[in-house]
């Protein structure tokens, strides 16, 4: 079955922290990977996303990912985290022909405490 | 930066009452969707439009809902008979193309509640 798993639900931490946010997928054929950030009240937005080539994908606002295929897995990073990355955290997936519907994760709550 | 728009943000209704979900997709994107989520749960898809036809859904989308684009620029997402388990946060995307380089553009979002 098509799935992706977020294993935090909720992390909290302190300003300057590192963040590692996990995301394995379950997807039979070659994929797409996304990171969407969803501010309190705003619209999911894309903070990077992985369709090929280096497996390391920079995004916006310092976040890091790194696609490792072996392991199924796209993990974000950020080495020093702000009070505003307070967000919660989406990992989806799409497959690259014949469905191109995103499959989302639970998603992950992130407080950052100034 | 162009973006996805939704109305209302946030529609409370009846259980049995009709409700119309409305989106305002990026103006040159070919590709529509509607996800949604179900308070604490993941978000989930139900559709995907193109050349006003449905090109997937998902088993949630039964036949008490539907799709139109009723002109050049809104995507509704109809509800014929809500029911309390359709209470949801109702998410519109849009993109130009499908798969490849193309990723989907979300909007803010409708907060369905029905009581």
């Known amino acids: 079955a098509q799935s992706v798993s977020q294993h935090n639900h909720h992390v909290i931490l302190s300003e300057a922290a590192s963040l590692e946010l996990g995301c394995n997928y379950s997807y039979g054929g070659t994929v797409n990977l996304f990171w969407y950030v969803q501010y309190p009240g705003q619209h999911l937005q894309l903070l990077l996303k992985y369709f090929s080539g280096d497996p390391l994908v920079k995004g916006i606002k310092g976040f890091e990912a790194e696609f490792i295929k072996s392991k199924f897995s796209f993990n974000l990073r950020k080495p020093s985290v702000q009070w505003s990355d307070t967000a919660e955290y989406f990992c989806?997936?799409?497959?690259?022909?014949?469905?191109?519907?995103?499959?989302f994760g639970t998603g992950t709550r992130l407080k950052v405490l100034a | 930066e162009p973006e996805v728009t939704q109305t209302p943000s946030h529609q409370v209704t009846q259980m049995g009452q009709e409700v119309i979900l409305r989106c305002v997709p990026i103006?040159?994107?070919?590709?529509f969707y509607w996800y949604r989520q179900i308070l604490g749960q993941k978000v989930e898809f139900l559709v995907s439009f193109y050349n006003n036809e449905i090109s997937e859904k998902s088993e949630i989308f039964d036949d008490q809902f539907s799709v139109e684009r009723p002109d050049g620029s809104n995507f509704t997402l109809k509800i014929r008979s809500t029911k309390l388990e359709d209470s949801a946060m109702y998410f519109c995307?849009?993109?130009w193309g499908t798969g490849g380089a193309y990723e989907q553009y979300f909007g803010p979002g409708t907060r369905l509640t029905v009581t």
């Open positions: 995307a849009s993109s």
């Open positions: 103006s040159n994107h070919l590709y």
């Open positions: 989806a997936v799409r497959g690259t022909s014949g469905t191109y519907k995103y499959i």
